[in-house]
């Protein structure tokens, strides 16, 4: 979904980060291109989010480079979010917090989340995902070329994760614009996202998600568990469902539903699933 031969909007070079005499996290080199989701993973501490404030500027590199384009607009979600949960606050007033925004604008930006119907509730009554979207419509409300999330599935059931990924994946298209994310949730985001930068104090590995998952140092951070579990969801598909919600098998056979065992699937071994 990159947008070809587009410039990046964001990139590090070599870049690290210094808190007194304390490296926070160095030689991290990457950039985001409009149209492009780039996933930044690693355990509790590795330096994400100190990579990500450097990548949008609100950190200084201490060394190497960390450019951006002129004028590019942010839309932030951070990890942390500091408000009175006990004073009454609507959502159209949390979106109209940051900066000016019409209610055409607000609304909008509230539709193309799918929280519109939650425009009167107060943010204190929002359930975890109610609440992330409002945060995602809040950050697009003024047309972000890049909007960056800080683990945008806190608080969000298994389902709701999944339903998350497939909106900031429908947003990337619908806008055009870059995502940069930080996220603990390997096997959901590895489908999510074009390029990981796996992160432990320093780059340890990049590259697609296939890549990375397949990647020694990536393997030595978070277990060979890990790297099985993402099999699941690296298998080809080997149907296709066509829109009257029947299935078309890989043998060019249509049937009206689909099961693991009708004979029109390859087994997938370890990472056996079956999913449409
Ligand atoms: N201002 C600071 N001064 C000193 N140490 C800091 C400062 N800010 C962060 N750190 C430390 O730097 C390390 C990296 O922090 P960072 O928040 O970037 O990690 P992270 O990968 O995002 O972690 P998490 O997954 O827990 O959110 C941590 O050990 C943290 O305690």
Redesign the pocket.
Known sequence: MKIPNASPLVSLTNAGHR??D?W??RGVSFNVAPGEIVT?I????????????MAIGLLDASEGKADRVDDLRVGYVP?KIAIDWTMPLTVQRFMALTGKASKEQINDALHKTGAQNLCDAQIRDLSGGEFQRVQLARAIVRKADLLVL??PVQGVDFAGEIALYELIGALRDDLGCGVLL?S?DLHLVMGATDKVIC?N?HMCCHGTPQMVSESAAYRDLFGARAAGALAVYQHEHDHTHLPDGRVQHADGTITDHCHPDDGHHHDHGEGKHHAG
């Open positions: 808190a007194g304390k926070l996290v930044l690693g355990p509790n501490g590795s330096g994400k989010t100190t990579t990500m404030r990890q800080d683990e930080i603990h992160l104090g």
